[in-house]
């Protein structure tokens, strides 16, 4: 079970913004499987049907908000950040959508894809955070910003109620200098201290390395973490080592072509943060579905 009630960060002019968008992608003229259906008020009952975490309880509720329909929750099941244990054979009933009918089918996709994806993410990083602390590391399992664009916020929503970290959330959140930005501006040194001059102290500075020179040039100038990136395992392990005795104040972390099933060949005490981009680009959907009741 998540520890907190992560739907509480998530503003809600912004969620009503960002779903109004989703629908009206969806629905940008004549809605003729509407006129089909009437606008009876009927319920249907969402199902998942297959196993996973589940995740996206506050974006499936402004869909249906929105249209003018009421969700009501089955309390012992759909607990965000919950593993349930679902499958085609064993569905779990998760909540029942009254509204017109034509509502709750123009809401039915919608709804169903994003939560199919959040719950995607949540299920992705609960898995590669339970096998960290199985492997005794207890530094931050994290996400990049490899998002989809329109959809960051339900995949950054999904890594927390998964109990991964989000890693920034956009380019304003904190500066991150990576190899484009050191070579136009010279140097590490230069970029860091062209950054600090503009971020003041309130935001902290992270340095994309390619070997342990950079990350020292980082470290010395100024950066809060440092980042290596796509280094081999072994030499990450010696390398991060290395920096930690000469810069203990400095946040390690490592990157670059990691995955769940690799992430175990990176843990070790001198590296803080492991950081997965597959957690937001290569997450399996949970499989979700909303039938009408007869």
């Known amino acids: 079970m998540a520890e907190s009630d992560y739907s509480t960060l998530l503003p809600k002019i912004l969620i009503e913004t960002t779903v109004k968008q989703w629908i009206a992608d969806d629905i940008p003229s004549f809605d003729v499987g509407g ?23 506050p974006f499936f509720d402004s869909v249906f908000e929105l249209l003018g329909c009421v969700v009501e929750w089955n309390s012992d099941a759909a607990i965000e950040g919950n593993f349930v244990n679902a499958s085609s054979n064993h569905k779990i009933r998760l909540a029942v959508v009254t509204g017109p009918i034509h509502k709750i089918l123009q809401g039915e996709r919608t709804a169903l894809n994003t939560l199919s994806r959040c719950s995607g993410v949540a299920s992705a990083s609960y898995e590669a955070v339970q096998l960290a602390r199985k492997a005794g590391w207890k530094g931050w399992v994290a996400g990049t910003r490899k998002t989809t664009p329109g959809f960051r916020i339900v995949e950054k929503y999904g890594l927390l109620v998964g109990g991964a970290a989000t890693h920034r959330l956009d380019l304003s959140q904190m500066v991150m200098l990576k190899d484009n930005h050191i070579w136009s501006a010279g140097s590490i040194s230069a970029a860091v201290q062209r950054a600090r001059q503009a971020a003041g102290f309130s935001q902290k500075i992270e340095v994309e390395c390619q070997n342990l ?14 980042m290596l990136d796509n280094f081999e395992p072994e030499r990450l392990k010696i390398d991060a080592k290395s920096l930690k005795e000469k810069f ?19 843990l070790c005490d001198s590296v803080d943060i492991v950081s997965q981009g597959k957690l937001t680009q290569g997450y399996s959907c949970l499989d979700y579905s909303l039938k009408v009741q007869l």
């Open 248 to 266: 203990p104040h400095i946040l390690i972390e490592a990157s670059g072509g990691i995955t769940t099933e690799t992430m175990h060949l990176y």
């Open 35 to 57: 006129l089909v259906v009437g606008d009876g008020t009927r319920k249907a009952t969402l199902w998942l049907k297959s196993p996973g975490v589940f995740a996206g309880k």
């Open 213 to 226: 020179e950079e990350a020292i040039e980082a470290s010395k100038a100024g950066a809060d973490i440092v």
